[in-house]
T-cell receptor
Framework: KNQVEQSPQSLIILEGKNCTLQ??????????LRWYKQDTGRGPVSLTI?????NTKSNGRYTATLDADTKQSSLHITASQLSDSASYICVVSAEGGGADGLTFGKGTHLIIQP | NAGVTQTPKFRILKIGQSMTLQCTQD?????MYWYRQDPGMGLKLIYYSVGAGITDKGEVPNGYNVSRSTTEDFPLRLELAAPSQTSVYFC??????????????FGPGTRLTVL
């Protein structure tokens, strides 16, 4: 069964500090991996999308890495801001899976304290 | 563009009542989806549609129905509400095929409580 596991479940850091969120998956065959940011009371918004051949992709202060061999991804946030407080969701798409081929992780709840 | 809009934002239902959750997108996306998000859990796919007149079941379709008469609208129907349907419901849309350069766009969600 395809699974996506995220860690930690929750994380509290001080404003200005860096942090790294982890995502491990067992989805096969792999197509792509997405990171979403979900603010409280809002729908998820896409941060990055990575394919098998991409090791690193950045979006401002967000940098995602992918190791397709070990089936692991990480999302690194640099110089955190209060607006980074949100849930971060890892989503893996299976090759040929179509519209129902996405597996969602449970998310990491990140709190940035002033 | 308004993107993906959902109504209502909040709703409380009694057991056995029925309701329709509305979803509209103005991006001319062929694909539309309904997900539910339970506390501490990942999003689960309820139904999806690849175009007007075509719908398919997702992972958790029991207790729900959908229709897709136009490209823009994808309503979700709950016929006999049960407490297990208490959740936050998200509608999403995308261009055909979830290739790496085609992301899903989500609505703001409908928070439903069944008592």
């Amino acid at each position: 069964k395809n699974q996506v596991e995220q860690s930690p479940q929750s994380l509290i850091i001080l404003e200005g500090k860096n942090c790294t969120l982890q995502c491990n998956y067992t989805v096969s065959p792999f197509s792509n991996l997405r990171w979403y940011k979900q603010d409280t009371g809002r729908g998820p918004v896409s941060l990055t999308i990575m394919t098998f051949s991409e090791n690193t992709k950045s979006n401002g202060r967000y940098t995602a890495t992918l190791d397709a061999d070990t089936k692991q991804s990480s999302l690194h946030i640099t110089a955190s801001q209060l607006s980074d407080s949100a849930s971060y969701i890892c989503v893996v798409s299976a090759e040929g899976g179509g519209a129902d081929g996405l597996t969602f992780g449970k998310g990491t709840h990140l709190i940035i304290q002033p | 563009n308004a993107g993906v809009t959902q109504t209502p934002k909040f709703r409380i239902l009694k057991i056995g009542q029925s309701m329709t959750l509305q979803c509209t997108q103005d991006m001319n996306h062929n694909y539309m989806y309904w997900y539910r998000q339970d506390p501490g859990m990942g999003l689960k796919l309820i139904y999806y549609s690849v175009g007007a007149g075509i719908t398919d079941k997702g992972e958790v379709p029991n207790g729900y129905n959908v229709s897709r008469s136009t490209t823009e609208d994808f309503p979700l129907r709950l016929e006999l509400a049960a407490p297990s349907q208490t959740s936050v419901y998200f509608c999403a849309s995308s261009y055909p095929g979830l290739t790496p350069h085609r992301s899903q766009y989500f609505g703001p969600g409908t928070r439903l409580t069944v008592l």
